[in-house]
């Protein structure tokens, strides 16, 4: 298991909301912009009229005082209710960070994603098959387990970036990288070089120590930095983010792609969410090659078209 002996261990204000199905994608957007961290949804939704559990994560070390006033006043714009302590109002409670990592352990199996990946805890062994290809994950702190439908999405578009008759692509960007499953999945698959980058100093440790988990320390490069700092071009750039940070990053993104080069973004909800960025891509003149969803969430696999 990674070790997180650098850093005092932290506390967690854990967010659990009660919504009705139709409305899940609101709560689950409004939820992520206000904590920055990912939302766990319910695998099964149910039908209309049924309630749903949404959770969300918020350091619990640098919660800001009105935190449970915004989480008041989203579930009163989303016209829910919205008194704590009530059977469909939200819940607040403090979770330690040790009590995150055991259930992380306990949650995390093997998945098997698209036609040759194997995602596996670092703890866990699996039998594969000629071809197939396993990446051990220790999550620690980190994002990016291969759990959620965001993660799935992208390993699935990135893996038919190295399916193709044509060159694969050599050097590829993972902007936020979290566990470093997206950039050590890239090396696997054959990359020559990777860069991978987060601003979560627990990213990047635990990108790091994944990397040589997996034997692809020496091709992926893990740093914590601004991508405005980097220097491109890349063949092939992956970020699992959300919706607002990639619209922002967007001119980034596009000046870091090498000439008919590939961009893959995910952490998008379907509908309204994943249409805007593709519009703002679009402006920027790159072209829409694929569109993948799963549950409530969207990736895009666009190329640079040449000029």
């Known amino acids: 298991m990674t070790d997180f002996s650098h850093r005092p261990a932290r506390t967690w204000k854990k967010i659990t909301l009660r919504a009705p199905v139709d409305l899940i994608e609101g709560v689950a957007a409004g939820l992520f912009a206000l904590t920055g961290n990912g939302v766990e949804l319910p695998e099964e939704t149910g039908t209309p009229g049924e309630f749903a559990t949404i959770i969300g994560y918020i350091n619990g070390d640098d919660q800001p005082d009105n935190t449970e ?98 060159p694969a692509p050599a050097r590829i960007l993972d902007v936020g990288t979290g566990t470093g499953i997206l950039a050590i999945t890239a090396a696997l698959l054959g990359a020559q070089a990777v860069t991978a980058t987060d601003l979560d100093p627990d990213a990047v440790h635990a990108a790091r120590e994944n990397a040589r988990l997996n034997g692809v320390g020496e091709r992926v490069t893990v740093l914590a930095c601004d991508i405005a700092d980097l220097a491109g071009p890349f063949d092939l750039v992956i970020a699992n983010i959300t919706h607002d940070v990639l619209l922002e990053l967007a001119p980034h993104l596009n000046r870091l792609l090498a000439t008919d080069g590939e961009l893959i973004v995910t952490g998008l909800l379907t509908g309204w969410q994943t249409d805007d960025l593709a519009h703002a891509f679009e402006e920027l003149g790159l072209r829409r090659r694929d569109t993948r969803c799963r549950d409530e969430w969207s990736a895009l696999h666009l190329t640079k078209a040449i000029s």
Not at 83 to 104: A, M, S, Y
Not at 136 to 162: R, S, V, Y
């Open 69 to 166: 006033q915004e989480v008041l006043a989203l579930l009163r714009e989303l016209g829910l209710n919205a008194t704590l302590g009530q059977p469909t109002g939200p819940r607040l409670d403090t979770v330690e960070e040790e009590d995150w990592g055991t259930l992380w352990k306990e949650r995390y199996k093997p998945v098997r994603i698209g036609s040759r990946l194997i995602v596996r805890p670092s703890w866990e062994a699996v039998s594969a098959a000629r071809g197939e290809i396993v990446v051990a994950i220790d999550p620690g702190m980190a994002f990016g387990t291969g759990l959620h439908a965001t993660t799935q999405l992208a390993l699935e578009l990135l893996e038919t970036c190295f399916a193709g008759s044509g």
